[in-house]
């Protein structure tokens, strides 16, 4: 079953970024544009942090380069139904095409609002925060310039239920 989620969409030119992924004039790089709408998003919805970022796979090869990330990363999870991350399916199929690939994937980066990082530069999760980092989502009936953020939300109308699911292991990269 896939989660509502609070969503907002942002828009930028890709033309306005060269090869490694920093934006012409002010050198920018799109992971620090990325950033500035995760902060413009928790200002729209104050209590609320994205988790998933969905963008089109052209998209996700910019940030991919504005990280500086090796040419054998692939960023981003691709959806397996529809247009929405279903948080049942989508680990498992991708983790099924992952082991046919030659390719590392990178299903999530560090949320803009995470600010302590171990001595190898990891990201220090926090148990008792919201912040969590964010999910990478490939929606390819996306435009190039487009992405959208979001946070799944509680449906009060419908009745849920706990289940446990035993997701495989992923280790960052």
Do not use: W
Request: hydrophobic share 35%.
């Amino acid at each position: 079953m896939m989660e509502k989620e609070i969503i907002e969409t942002y828009y930028f030119n890709p033309a306005d970024f060269d090869e490694s992924g920093r934006r012409y004039g002010d050198g920018v790089s799109f992971r620090d544009v990325v950033k500035e709408y995760e902060r413009d998003f928790h200002k729209c919805y104050s209590t609320e942090y994205a988790l998933n970022l969905y963008a089109n796979s052209c998209t996700m090869a910019l940030l991919a380069k504005s990280n500086d990330a090796a040419p054998f990363l692939i960023y981003g999870m691709e959806l397996t139904r529809g247009k929405s991350f279903d948080a049942i399916q989508d680990p498992y199929v991708n983790h099924e095409m992952e082991q046919h690939s030659n390719k590392i994937y990178v299903y999530g980066i560090d949320s803009a609002f995470m600010t302590e990082f171990d001595k190898y530069g990891y990201p220090i999760l926090d148990d008792n925060s919201d912040i969590l980092p964010l999910t990478l989502l490939v929606d390819n009936t996306m435009r190039d310039g487009e992405l959208r953020l979001a946070v799944p939300t509680l449906d009060d109308e419908d009745e849920t239920e706990n289940v446990i699911i035993d997701v495989p292991q992923f280790e960052y990269a």
